[in-house]
């Protein structure tokens, strides 16, 4: 393991700007774009309010933007509080290879420490890049256990990677951050997004906040085991790790070009069924399907998102991970966004009733296809007898099948919005998207402390 993480820590401090592709600097512009947005509408969740108004005091340094909130704290804070609410809405971007979604985990506590160290834009990007890469990398190098979340368990060191990288960290020092860091994840449970525990939110923007506190500790002299990631990975969080995948053609390819942005408001997992769906729906004349029509729907899918398969949800959060819900509700709304999965929409009395026409199975053939492929097949069976039939093998929004520009871009905009109006959401769009261009990174941020 020591020469593979010899080998990580040695491309992270020796990689440059300008050693980075066009194709993957345009990515990751359109990931910060979007995870901004992201942060920005999850910070307008009553949950995330309370949680911010109860952690900051008014004796903290406020250096650091709390996105959505138009306030500023210590770094520890914001990438707490980020981290969060940029996970609250189930919109994040995320990586199908590497089990997750590492720019949430990455961006928040790279950002705040930006800030206040006042780095440039392209500072943030190089750091951004690496950031992602390291903690993708360990995620496609182990099988996380299907009773933890993954969240906070590979992007805490993702987290500090970036962190270290922007602070200008040299070799020996990145491998001390990457072992203080590996021990700093947190012993997450899946049942959490089963059950509608809200609680599963924080995981990334404790990812954040340790990511952050990683640096401090080594700064301060704290150590790490000799080679934490093989522990960590290849016995507590998982039972098996290849430290060869993580370093594997290092530098040649960049994971967040293979990565996927979401549209549906809910765990990635039901998107194949969901987007299955779309199709069938468009096969009808007027694109819709009344409800007291349907009288079944099979949903074949692959093991992972055969779990969701509650077809009563106790509560807004849960319906995110609930297959039968999400039909459900985007047949009614005829969409799958934010607005679908409300605590009114959990609480409509048709949507319920329709959620228990949903069956899911899984389909052994589509599991063997994971992760190049997350297959559904969803058989919608009409009161009248007629049967309606679609699948898919590539979620829309995959690498394979990706958003295009202006998709992202009005993604962005539903999001963004109605908290800071169009001009200056155009604005901030504009400089994200120039952001090597930026000699101080709060340039971008302090826009984010206005209003439209």
């Known amino acids: 393991m020591s020469g593979c993480l010899n080998e990580a820590a040695a491309y992270v401090c020796q990689c440059e700007f300008d050693g980075l592709p066009a194709d993957v600097l345009i990515r990751s512009k359109e990931v910060i774009a979007d995870s901004l947005a992201v942060i920005a509408a999850g910070a307008q969740e009553e949950e995330v309010k309370t949680l911010t108004e109860r952690i900051l005091v008014s004796d903290t340094p406020r250096v650091a933007m709390v996105i959505g909130a138009g306030l500023r704290t210590e770094p520890l804070k914001a990438g707490l509080i980020n981290g969060t609410a940029g996970t609250f809405l189930e919109l994040e971007e995320g990586n199908k290879f590497a089990q997750g979604h590492s720019g949430i ?114 700064e301060s002299g704290f150590t790490g085991e000799r080679d934490g990631l093989k522990t960590v990975f290849g016995s507590v969080v998982s039972e098996t790790f290849v430290p060869e995948e993580m370093t594997k053609d290092l530098g040649q390819g960049f994971e967040i070009a293979r990565n996927y942005f979401k549209r549906h408001a809910c765990i990635r997992a039901n998107h194949a069924t969901l987007d299955a769906l779309s199709a069938i729906i468009a096969q009808i004349p007027g694109g819709h399907i009344r409800p007291e029509d349907v009288d079944q729907v099979e949903v074949m899918t692959y093991s992972t998102a055969a779990q969701f398969f509650d077809q009563n949800p106790l509560n807004s959060f849960a319906a995110k991970f609930s297959i039968p819900f999400a039909v459900a509700t985007f047949i009614v709304h005829g969409h799958a966004g934010v607005s679908s999965f409300t605590s009114q929409a959990v ?25 190049d492929r997350r297959p559904a097949r969803v058989r919608l069976t009409l009161s009248d007898g007629k049967a309606l039939e679609a699948e898919t093998f590539t979620n829309k929004g995959d690498a394979e099948d990706p958003y295009n520009p202006v998709e992202l871009k009005e993604k962005y905009f539903e999001l963004v919005e109605p908290i800071w109006g169009h001009e200056l959401a155009g604005n901030i769009y504009t400089d994200v998207m120039a952001l090597e261009e930026l000699k101080n990174i709060n340039q971008l941020t302090e826009k984010m402390s206005k209003k439209g």
């Not at 319920?352 to 589509?366: G, M, P, Y």
Request: include cysteine.
């Open 347 to 371: 609480n409509n009395p048709v949507i319920r009733a329709l959620a228990q026409k949903v069956i899911v199975v899984e389909n052994s053939n589509f599991t063997a296809m994971m992760p």
């Open 105 to 218: 985990h990455v961006l928040p506590a790279l950002l705040a420490v930006a800030e206040e160290r006042k780095r440039s834009g392209k500072d943030l990007l190089t750091a951004f890049v690496l950031g992602y890469e390291i903690g993708a990398r360990i995620g496609i190098a182990c099988e996380i256990r299907m009773s933890m979340h993954p969240h906070s368990t590979r992007g805490t060191v993702g987290a500090a990677v970036a962190v270290g990288k922007l602070m200008g960290y040299n070799e020996q020092a990145m491998k001390e951050l990457i072992n203080v860091s590996s021990s700093l994840t947190l012993a997450t449970s899946r049942r959490t997004m089963l059950e509608g525990g809200t609680v599963r939110n924080v995981y990334a923007g404790v990812s954040g906040y340790m990511g952050i506190l990683a640096y401090h500790l080594v």
